[in-house]
């Protein structure tokens, strides 16, 4: 696709379960981030992908919290354990390199029961 | 690292009122600054973006920022604004080919009044 591709757009799950969130990014984009959004809190970073370096994981929350990027492209953010805190918007975000433009996905919204 | 302060959470203006967002960030590198806005139910886009060329920079919709070093700002500003400008505004910053990631302030909304 043109765009960046996020699923599931919408999940809802019980307090303790794991879930899988999936990013998609734009084709050849070499950076590839996850943000968390929610009510007055703004974009929370995550974790940043760039090329072949070691991910920068320094904004994820917990342990609970994981992410890969399987050969460069395709990314999945994984919440362990879920608690209601973890209620969010997950915005996945590419661009082409440290300094381009960011391209966001519809972002997949997480409701923990 | 870097980080982003946006000062008020939310800012209301009439139609035809200049419009200010403010933005001041830390870097320890010269940085790259961005503002992204988020109108009512749609995704994130890039409004303008400032990477060490021309400190006023223009973007879409007729904003445009000053990057000022010396107060470590990159503010937004419009002189005039329209009711399709109601929307969330976002400042970021980048240290660019440092590697490090772009962080996001939390955000202000823009509220415009007829």
Redesign the interface.
Known sequence: GAGVSQSPSNKVTEKGKDVELRCDPISGHTALYWYRQSLGQGLEFLIYFQGNSAPDKSGLPSDRFSAERTGGSVSTLTIQRTQQEDSAVYLCASSLGATGELFFGEGSRLTVL | ?QSVT?LG?HVSVSEGALVLLRCNYSSSVPP?L?W?VQYPNQ????LL?Y?SAATLVKGINGFEAEFKKSETSFHLTKPSAHMSDAAEY?C?V?E????????????TTLSVSS
């Open positions: 690292a946006q959470s790259y961005f992204y995704g994130l886009q890039l973006k990477t976002f970021a980048s660019g080919q440092a590697g490090t990631a772009l962080i996001f302030g939390k955000g």
